[in-house]
């Protein structure tokens, strides 16, 4: 499993009690879409972010909007026993910054385009 915080942790886990089993081939960035199988009742998602992230992610369970929990400092979302669909998206929080970087982008176009014709540009 890729360890994308650099901790030593497995960005996803899936525990039951006192088991823990990382959730191969499935990498945490701003969104995130995978069928889980069926386990053990009482199982939980773990996630390698600090609790501020989970304030801002939506966590859902087969389209059910799933609260945090907490297990070892790690933000927990409580699965059922079945096999389930979950999806996970870090929606933007600021919009101005949306528009900052859309405009950032829109200056970097601008300045790629060049101007005028081929005589005016040559140094001769």
Do not use: C, H
């Not at 960035?29 to 199988?37: K, Q």
């Not at 386990?39 to 609260?67: I, M, N, Q």
């Amino acid at each position: 499993m890729a360890d994308l915080n650099g901790d030593g942790r497995p960005d996803l886990a899936l525990t039951s009690g006192s088991i823990q089993t990382d959730v191969k081939g499935l990498r945490l960035g701003l969104w995130l879409d995978a069928d889980l199988p069926a386990g053990p009742a009482g199982r939980a998602l773990v996630v390698a972010e600090s609790p501020e992230w989970a304030r801002v992610a939506e966590v859902r369970v087969d389209g059910t909007l799933v609260p945090a929990r907490t297990i070892g400092g790690l933000p927990a979302y409580a699965l059922p026993a079945q096999a389930a669909q979950v999806s996970i998206e870090v929606p933007p929080t600021d919009r101005r910054w949306f528009l900052v970087q859309l405009g950032l982008v829109a200056l970097a176009v601008f300045l790629a385009v060049p101007f005028g014709n081929r005589r005016s540009r040559r140094l001769s």
